[in-house]
């Protein structure tokens, strides 16, 4: 579709969110049609994972986003989608790949919410693609398993906080969970919360270098636990850590299905989104330093770095090998 | 895209408006791209008309709509594009055919936005489709001149209209036009104004009969006058005919570009809609019959009725021709 | 929130509707909450009142409104909220209030609509907090008696009126209540409500003046009637009074639950809006005088004459205690 003024910042690129949720509607359709195209229970497909997504370009106010996925793999319960978005700006016929995106679903019955329906497999071309889909399963399964340890933290507000320091950029959203935000099983579209969780990375990254801003990359995100329909969501956003050139902002939403008072406030997901800042000419500016105070954010800083070297050598690796 | 709630009636029936602006983006996608793809003055394409559109089948809150569009024929200065809609039930994989859309496109200059570009040529497959291009061009030329005669009209409100009069459920709405209804070169998307011309054709039929009502067509349109970012329009809309089951609505929509002090409120556009009331299982239902009070209303009611007469013996030739 | 391009007119000041709307929403969550924190029946919090609202500074597109909501007195049967608006530009950093709203909400049964719950008592900081609640309370209490007597009006058009005529800025505007406009009641959130009669009021001062208009005050809204979904709303707005630098105007709100015939259509909600002009550098122009006609038009120009001298020197007091 056309990309409107409202899906951009005030620089023309649009926002980062509004590009995954366009991915995750692909995802959510082409996987829903898969799991019901043999005789079987109806079922929804329900967004289990994103894997680490960069960004390979902005997108601009007026182009034109091409959504094209396909299912790469299928395991008895679970749909891998490849999702590639193309810009185009149709008035010189330029294209340029915006995303490639690898997502997770798992399908669960129309009846009955809390069960999972089996996933009809699909034929592969060649036989290592299923051997290579079966390992790219096996990884995520054990890193789903190792984010659900981290996820008690919450954010505090500072009162004066200086500038740089994690206090003065940290921002929260809350948002109601309306009829339109929901699939045929009354939960979040996945790609709706993402949307919401990359505004908040958005002021935080603002806030912090106020200067033009876009999404480079998001890392891996699971979507653990269900957000029901009338829920009030909290999206809470603090800078982790700074390279020269770029910025980590985690991000955490929590869900408070407040008039059903069976449940208690629960951490939904949370992930790590990294801006750039951008120039008037697109170029990338220079970052002002996190500065940290506190124990934990010089902990949870180190522990960005170590994000941050980590993928820096992988794609140097992948450069290497296309070399 | 996957249909919403908000993109339905509390039937769970999609708004024939929605559907009408995914057509029309998907015709100016097609037809800005291909003014643009020889090298000469980048243009933006704008509507000029779309042709009489069915609906062939109502889509529901929960399918996909697949939109395709085809450049059929292009004049020196015009396009057209056929868009056809179908409606997927991604849980059954159904799918019925929606609509089949014909609109016309001319391009504007970027730069200038009173000049019309050149269009370049298609290549057709047989020499008969440029001829029956040619006539569709023809006809259609002749047709626009014809509507732009009845421009003068105006709707009057009634004090304590009776029920099933026209006074009783003609109604209208303002409308302030924001960026994101806008072109690259900021006048309205032809889309943008067909989705509030239905939505005000649609409450006239509620308000009439009372019940679950969706749209059946749309006779042409012409969009003689563009529209500018910051006008406020009004969109009005009054019933002319009813026959046993449907209901002819006339929409008329007035801009009013109240900034820009320099020109008085004009007619931009204006068409009828046929809408069909629904029981609860989706069969049609008889429709109160329209009573005509004034002498304009009886013509008006006299021409609907010669327009209902001639789609009826056009549709039946086209069932005996195909038979 | 990141303040966007359709939430602003055309010189991209932020229409007061878009923050009626995220105040309200603040309020429904914080006084939803607080009624579902003690065991008792679920139950969600609808809009009873607003009490009259100052806009302080005007908002822009890139801002982020950052809004706060406390509870500051509880009746038996109501909540009454306290929402602050800060607008801050993230690029310098600076931040001004934009607004102080006060609400009061009443909590509505989940399963029996028609049933008002028991609000949970709050703890007060001090004794003379609640003694002075308790006089709001009973302030508002009266003030709601006394607007459900001016109810009756309606707005009549007329044809071909002279600038600065009352007739010549009126406006009516229709909206079909969608599910996103609705509460899990399936009620209309007051917000909505007011963000519709903003935009009418708007539109109304706009036609008067010709200039970029924007909210300086609403008075106090009662909301006597509730709004269904699927109803139709005619939202109609009619200048009042102006002095040198404003203008008021008066909105309607009628619903027309038009699918369920056993209601009649009514008066939900009315009220005084104040706008100013703007020159371009933001700052506040001469306003041209409303030429009266009839007996009634110059009654309530007269009265509206009243409210403007009450106010300024309701704001002149303030002043003078406040130095």
Chains 1, 2, 3 share one sequence.
Request: proline share 4%; aromatic share 6%.
């Amino acid at each position: 579709r056309i990309m409107r003024p409202d899906d951009a910042n005030f620089a023309g690129n649009v926002h980062g969110g509004i590009i995954l949720k366009m991915i995750e509607e692909a995802g959510a359709i082409i996987s829903t049609r898969h799991c019901n195209s043999q005789d079987g229970e109806p079922c929804v497909a329900a967004l289990a994972r994103v894997e680490r997504t960069d960004f390979l370009s902005p997108v601009c106010i007026g182009e034109v986003a091409n959504v094209s996925a396909e299912i790469t793999y299928t395991s008895r319960h679970s749909v891998e989608v490849q999702v590639n978005v193309m810009s185009e700006n149709i008035l010189t016929g330029a294209k340029k790949v915006t995303n490639k995106a690898t997502l997770w679903y798992v399908p669960l019955s129309l009846k009955n919410v809390n069960k999972v329906v089996e996933v009809p497999p699909i034929q592969y071309a060649r036989k290592e693609q299923e051997e290579e889909g079966k390992k790219r399963y096996e990884e995520q399964k054990l890193d789903r398993l190792e984010t659900k340890q981290r996820n008690g933290d919450v954010i505090f507000p500072i009162i004066n906080p200086e500038p740089h320091t994690v206090g003065y950029s940290q921002s929260s959203l809350i948002h109601l969970v309306g009829p339109s935000d929901c699939t045929l099983l009354g939960f979040v579209h996945g790609g709706v919360t993402m949307k919401l969780m990359d505004e908040v990375a958005g002021i935080v990254a603002a806030r912090h270098c106020k200067t033009n801003i876009v999404t480079a990359s998001v890392d891996a995100i699971n979507f653990h636990e269900k957000i029901k329909k009338g829920s009030v969501i909290t999206i809470s956003g603090r800078m982790t850590f700074t390279s020269n050139k770029s910025m980590e902002i985690e991000v955490f939403v929590d869900a408070d299905p407040f008039v059903d008072e069976a449940r208690e406030r629960y951490r939904a997901v949370s992930a790590f989104f990294t801006y750039v800042s951008l120039s008037k000419e697109g170029k990338p500016l220079p970052v002002p330093q996190l500065l940290t105070e506190t124990e934990d954010e010089k902990r949870r800083f180190e522990e960005g770095k170590g994000r941050y070297l980590q993928t820096k050598a992988k794609r140097q690796a992948q450069l290497q090998q296309a070399a």
